[in-house]
């Protein structure tokens, strides 16, 4: 009998390529009754690891590559979020041909997009598919985009008082400062994006979420409960990427790791595109000497633009702007990777002991895995919100102070790694962290929380 199919839409970027593309790995894996069918997008050509990644796909995946879109015309403030939003809207007319193609050869049953990816989900409506939006991301964010109106009457209205914390319902108190980037500059195109993505959630017919019931429990029993008139969120993680996340060249620090003491090593890095301004890679080049910690550090080429190697490859050598004689002071000490690690590899190493993370979600839900307590260091996008779970609600990590430039100092970045890896501080982090990590592992057993939540949908689908 013909296997029901679902079409699946990513956006482009190593972390909105991924993630769904591994939830449609799990699904496969949990309900191999079906065949999944991937349109991908991508701005010029396909970045190395995204590329690397796509290599690895099982045969019961069918990608379609999207003819890349490019920006030339863009004005240079568009944010990252619109450009990823846009990676898709452009695709729109190949994705609309190629999803009526699919749907006149295959049974369709369903659509399951990105959340940057919501432009499509009109596209699986006009064929009666039901749509879903996968969201790589926590409930924590998802109650922030359902709550965003009220918010805005919040952030407006001239008798609150601005320090006041935000409350977005199911989460601990949030300092408006760590808001998302977009609501650190109001009004703005980011903001409005924002507010009009929010909106695009109530077409769905369904929200996954990369979350766990133990790891979000108030955040996702709000949204299960609350709000009647939105629609249904599973919350199906902590999926993460099965195999190896490593390029060629990030092996040798493998290698590196195993002659090292058991978690004695503090892992270093800003996600697949987080990059630093150069005053602030010489504050940590010299705050991580001066810790006397064991490191490994994934240095990326320094930018003005926290997010600059997000969407294009980078082609400096990193190496080259770190501070003068530091890579020769600290040979002993730590091993530095340019541009890229297989950071899950590395979590999972028994010499990792730390994790200075700039808290995107696919690191958050790695770090908790593998059971390693975090150093948190926002950059962008909602990284802050995620940073305040795991500090305040969650008490997995420790923050460092930033100062009124906007820095953080040497001497506070040693303070908080010696902190973490030494000070009892560190050591009820650590426990609490490795409760998490059984957790999470039981989440996604034969018989855990979020694989009961995929099978109810995958025995929903079935019987369409
Ligand atoms: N990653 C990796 N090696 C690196 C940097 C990142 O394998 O050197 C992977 C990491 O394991 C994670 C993803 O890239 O799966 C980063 O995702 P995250 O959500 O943490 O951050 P983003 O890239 O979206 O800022």
């Avoid at 999944?36 to 995946?61: D, M, N």
């Avoid at 060629?248 to 620090?253: I, K």
């Avoid at 810790?291 to 320094?302: D, I, T, Y």
């Avoid at 890579?327 to 530095?336: D, I, P, S, Y």
Wanted: charged share 20%; proline share 7%; net charge negative.
């Amino acid at each position: 009998m013909e296997k029901p199919h679902i079409a699946v839409v990513p956006s482009a970027g190593f972390t909105h390529l991924v993630p769904i593309l591994e939830f449609s790995k799990r699904l496969l894996h949990l309900h191999p009754e079906f065949h999944i069918t991937c349109f991908i997008p991508s701005v010029g050509s396909i970045p190395p690891s995204s590329k690397a990644y796509l290599q690895t796909l099982p045969p019961t995946i069918t990608s379609i590559f999207l003819s890349p879109v490019t920006f030339d015309h863009l004005p240079d403030a568009t944010t990252l979020a619109l450009q990823i939003e846009l990676s898709v809207n452009l695709s729109l007319p190949q994705i609309r041909q190629e999803l009526e193609s699919l749907c006149s050869r295959a049974k369709v049953v369903a659509l399951v997009v990105d959340v940057f990816a919501s432009g499509a989900m009109d596209l699986g409506k006009e064929h009666n598919l039901l749509s879903y939006m996968y969201l790589p991301q926590s409930a924590m964010l998802l109650s922030l985009y359902f709550y965003s109106s009220k918010l805005d009457e919040i952030l407006f209205s001239k008798s609150r008082d601005p320090k006041e914390p935000i409350k977005i319902p199911g989460s601990v108190p949030i300092p408006r400062t760590d808001l998302p980037l977009p609501f650190q500059h109001l009004p703005s195109a980011g903001y409005k994006g924002f507010l009009e993505r929010a909106k695009r959630f109530d077409v769905a017919d369904g929200i996954f979420m990369n979350t766990f019931l133990e790891l979000e429990s108030e955040a996702i029993r709000t949204l299960q409960e609350e709000d009647k008139a939105k629609p249904k969120v599973y919350p199906v993680g902590p999926i993460i990427q099965m195999g190896s996340s490593g390029q060629e060249n990030g092996v040798t620090c493998l290698t590196w790791l195993d002659k090292q003491e058991p978690k004695s090593v503090l892992y270093v890095s800003f996600g697949s595109g987080g990059t630093l301004s150069q005053d602030q890679l010489n504050e940590l080049a010299f705050g991580l000497e001066l810790s006397g910690q064991k490191f490994l550090w994934v240095v990326r080429a320094p930018s003005s633009v926290v997010s600059s190697a997000y969407l294009s490859a980078e082609t400096n050598d990193p190496l080259k702007f770190l501070p003068h004689g530091f890579l020769e002071r600290t040979k002993k000490q730590g091993f530095v990777v340019p541009d890229w690690a297989p950071q899950i590899e590395v979590l999972g190493h028994s010499s990792t002991g730390g994790f200075i993370s700039h808290c995107g979600w696919n690191s958050v839900l790695e770090s908790v895995v593998k059971g390693v307590p975090v150093i948190a260091w926002p950059l962008f996008a909602e990284q802050s919100l995620n940073a305040v779970m795991l500090t305040d609600d969650v008490k997995v990590a420790l923050r460092p102070k930033v100062n009124e430039t906007g820095l953080v100092e040497r001497q506070e970045i040693a303070r908080v790694v010696r902190g973490l890896m030494e000070d009892n501080q560190g050591m009820e982090i650590r426990k609490r962290m490795e409760q998490l990590k059984i957790e999470a592992a039981n989440a996604i057993k034969e018989d855990g929380s979020s694989t009961k939540t995929l099978s109810e949908v995958a025995t929903s689908l079935r019987g369409i």
